[in-house]
T-cell receptor
Framework: GAGVSQSPSNKVTEKGKDVELRCDPI?????LYWYRQSLGQGLEFLIY????????KSGLPSDRFSAERTGGSVSTLTIQRTQQEDSAVYLC????????????FGDGTRLSIL | EDKVVQSPLSLVVHEGDTVTLNCSYE??????LLWYKQEKKAPTFLFML????IEKKSGRLSSILDKKELFSILNITATQTGDSAVYLCAVNFGNEKLTFGTGTRLTIIP
């Protein structure tokens, strides 16, 4: 597509529920990144994919967080047993090639845990 | 520890003024420095800098990197209300993720 597409744009859920966030990168981009932006804080790296592999998962805050990418395209970030501190904007970015080209961001999913 | 610090945290100027935003970093490894503009949603890419002393320019915006002193500046001349946004600086420290500063919130008063 023309840009990075994320869905849903907003998600409100109750504490303890599981959520799935989706990212569709720019066509042809092989690298895909997930970041989290909490209120008043900078963007925090979560995980990145090169193709379908995730060489760096170091930013995932707990084992409740997981992500996968299939077909070298769409990625899903899953948060199990959500907690209130998971409330944030989850941003996805993609780049043509990891580390070399700039990352281009989607509009994000605003997640609110009640 | 890799760290990116932006200053000022916020800035309020009048339309037509020129502003300079600062980004400094501590480095173990350095590959590139990027500037983004964030209005309501997606950060939009402005510049990527890899070499010292080479100015990148786009319209009223320009940016330069000093790898010896470990900082970059973003200049905006003849500011307009549409320049109001949070400006984010990010550094690629030789791994594949970006480390972001907390941003500078720029407000342009008409």
């Amino acid at each position: 597509g023309a840009g990075v597409s994320q869905s849903p744009s907003n998600k409100v859920t109750e504490k303890g529920k599981d959520v799935e966030l989706r990212c569709d990168p720019i066509s042809g981009h092989t690298a895909l990144y997930w970041y989290r932006q909490s209120l008043g804080q900078g963007l925090e790296f979560l995980i990145y994919f090169q193709g379908n592999s995730a060489p760096d998962k170091s930013g995932l805050p707990s084992d409740r967080f997981s992500a996968e990418r299939t077909g070298g395209s769409v990625s899903t970030l899953t948060i199990q047993r959500t907690q209130q501190e998971d409330s944030a904007v989850y941003l996805c970015a993609s780049s043509f090639r990891q580390g070399v080209q700039p990352q281009h961001f989607g509009d994000g999913t605003r997640l609110s845990i009640l | 520890e890799d760290k990116v610090v932006q200053s000022p945290l916020s800035l309020v100027v009048h339309e037509g003024d020129t502003v300079t935003l600062n980004c400094s970093y501590e480095v173990t490894n350095f590959r590139s420095l990027l500037w983004y503009k964030q209005e309501k949603k997606a950060p939009t890419f402005l510049f990527m800098l890899t070499s010292s002393g080479i100015e990148k320019k786009s319209g009223r915006l320009s940016s330069i990197l000093d790898k010896k002193e470990l900082f970059s500046i973003l200049n905006i001349t003849a500011t307009q209300t549409g320049d109001s946004a949070v400006y984010l600086c990010a550094v690629n420290f030789g791994n594949e993720k970006l480390t972001f500063g907390t941003g500078t919130r720029l407000t342009i008063i008409p």
